[in-house]
């Protein structure tokens, strides 16, 4: 096994390239099952019958004693995924001896274990929409690893291993507040970041404007060498990160996994077609029919109040500030709270603590077969959740977020030992309400 930082080092390094916790973690299960993480690890029965170590082996493979050939066509399982195949073997090769590094180039393979894995377009689509460890987990070892045990249990065990990383390194689902958000939203604005596609936060350098291709780039990315800079939904990835929280990365996706399917609407002249309130922290969003009648969301930004939204326009304009008018449908985030109500901490497989114990017990009490109230969300709760959601008119996703916890009666009860209303004079409020605007206005002039 891997050091600590070291296995820290290649969750970071997926992350950076799939962005998506679930699917990094499914990945890492396998490879922790396949090879124990360590990228010179020689299949154990191949020691023997070769009669090298894991080192003299990658010595030998190193300095050509043992030729790419023999690499390549002798059925060893070796590195991070123990690759077997003699085409893959041979990429491998080439991805790391070919390019001067060692072929326990730890760089070297997760790289080239990214090309396999773009390089197969339904597994790519699969890890980037994942939402469980264990959705994650299956896809990878049947569609990529593809082991001689393709069991139930199998793949279980390897999805419990992913859980362990999950809950190591992700941090479990935290609930942030609309304002801090917004707050957070506010700085690239201030900021004056700029707008490359596919980043979220990065530096651009001139070495990135120097290599780019894309024309749009080439035409007006030299403005933001020397800034951070990010696209559309790559400010909304960013912020929910440095906030403890998680967004997909793409319009598309936040739309149809991130946001509360109840509060999605229409928007016209800037209010929304069902005539609810628009509340501050919402996410906005620009979209258009494609060709095949669906409507797709090609934009995304953030509401902050005053009928004014933030956004990450385009390369040329980089992060801006923008009326709300301007856009086409609205929605609020899973996992943000509005209005000071409430904060609903979301449960899902893989979840842990009390609060799993207290659903699981609950559940139990109503006759939902969930097994035991032990405090892990497993298979079996999410199955329950599932038929109690159906019961009562909810999308049985088996997430239990703010509507689920509703429908089972959680923080409905009144305050038990209410504070008392504290008494404001009104024309001391209306002044503080006066220099709130002002310092808004204020705010959207200087940017």
């Given amino acids: 096994m891997l050091k600590i930082s070291e296995t820290r080092y290649i969750w970071d390094y997926l992350l950076s390239a799939i962005m998506n916790p679930f699917a990094v973690a499914g990945i890492m299960g396998n490879l922790r099952a396949e090879s124990s993480l360590r990228p010179d690890n020689l299949q154990n029965s191949y020691e023997r019958s070769l009669g090298m170590t894991d080192a003299e082996y990658t010595k030998a493979v190193d300095t050509g004693a043992y030729t790419e050939d023999q690499f390549t066509h002798d059925h060893a399982g070796y590195g991070l995924a123990q690759w077997t195949y003699s085409s893959r073997k041979r990429g491998l090769y080439r991805a790391t001896v070919g390019k001067g590094k060692s072929i326990a180039d730890l760089d070297g393979q997760l790289d080239f274990l990214l090309t396999e894995v773009g390089a197969d377009k339904g597994l790519s689509r699969t890890l980037a929409e994942a939402q469980s460890v264990e959705e994650a987990s299956t896809a990878f070892m049947l569609r990529f690893e593809k082991p001689a045990d393709t069991s139930e249990a199998n793949q279980q065990r390897r999805a419990a291993l992913g859980q362990i990383i999950y809950d190591t390194y992700a941090g479990g689902d935290k609930m942030i507040t609309a ?43 030299q403005q933001w060498v020397g800034r951070r800079v990010c696209d559309c939904s790559g400010l909304f990835y960013w912020a929910f990160q440095e906030l403890g929280g998680w967004v997909h990365h793409g319009s598309n996706s936040i739309w149809n996994y991130d946001c509360v399917n109840s509060t999605k609407a229409r928007l016209k002249n800037g209010r929304r077609d069902d005539g609810k309130e628009i509340r501050p922290g919402s996410a906005v969003f620009l979209t258009e029919t494609k060709p095949d009648g669906k409507l797709s969301r090609h934009h995304i930004g953030v509401y902050i109040g005053a009928n004014t939204c933030i956004e990450a326009k385009g390369t040329k304009s980089g992060v801006v500030a923008s009326a709300l008018s301007h856009w086409d449908e609205v929605a609020e985030f899973k996992g943000v709270s509005y209005g000071g109500e409430k904060v609903y901490t979301v449960m899902r497989n893989g979840s842990r603590g009390d609060e799993v114990k207290e659903l699981q017990e609950q559940l139990i009490r109503m006759g939902y077969d969930c097994g035991t109230a032990d405090g892990i969300f497993g298979r079996r709760t999410e199955e329950a959740v599932k038929e109690f959601q159906k019961e009562h008119g909810l999308t049985a996703d088996g997430i239990v977020g703010e509507q689920t916890q509703k429908a089972l009666g959680w923080g409905t009860e009144e305050d038990p030992d209410p504070e008392e209303p504290v008494e404001t004079d009104p024309v001391d409020e209306a002044e503080k309400l006066i220099r709130q605007a002002l310092a808004l206005l204020e705010k959207r002039a200087r940017g």
């Fill in 179 to 221: 304002d801090a958000l917004i707050a957070q939203c506010e700085i690239p604005l201030e900021e004056k970041w700029g707008y490359i596609f596919g980043k979220y936060g990065q530096v651009w350098t001139q070495a990135d404007q120097d290599a780019a291709t894309d024309d749009t780039i080439k035409r007006y990315g």
